[in-house]
Nanobody
Framework: QVHLVESGGGSVQSGGSLRLSCAVS????????MGWFRQVIGQEREGVGS???????DYRESVKGRFTISQDTANKTLFLQMNSLKPEDTARYYC????????????????????????WGQGTQVTVSS
């Protein structure tokens, strides 16, 4: 059974930083794609970025230079370091796992990109105040 558990969310002022973690268990594939998504209530869940088993990363345009995805393969943990946070980054953040290779953002279909991931965590809330 695959489990993904996010942690590290919270409230921060604009310009601040947060580091999200995603603990992964039961996912035994040596080649994989791990992603971060976010969703505001009433809006589509959108891809934030991804990292694959080779360590290659990809990000949506609006977070490039501010967010960094990394992984600790020994401890099966995925990270999302978020700096220079803006109020528009407020959302519930989810980690997800899927097969290698990762699709690259921007992808023509948000739905197809989301469907490329098979397993999801429950999410952690990030709130950025101005």
């Amino acid at each position: 059974q695959v489990h993904l558990v996010e942690s590290g969310g919270g409230s921060v002022q604009s310009g601040g930083s947060l580091r999200l973690s995603c603990a992964v268990s039961g996912y035994t594939y040596s080649s994989y794609c791990m992603g971060w998504f976010r969703q505001v209530i009433g809006q589509e869940r959108e891809g934030v970025g991804s990292i694959d088993s080779d360590g290659a990363t990809d990000y949506r345009e609006s977070v490039k230079g501010r967010f960094t995805i990394s992984q600790d393969t020994a401890n099966k943990t995925l990270f999302l370091q978020m700096n220079s946070l803006k109020p528009e980054d407020t959302a519930r953040y989810y980690c997800a796992a899927g097969p290698y290779p990762c699709m690259r953002l921007p992808y023509s279909s948000v739905y197809t990109y989301r469907r490329s991931f098979n397993y999801w965590g429950q999410g952690t809330q990030v709130t950025v105040s101005s």
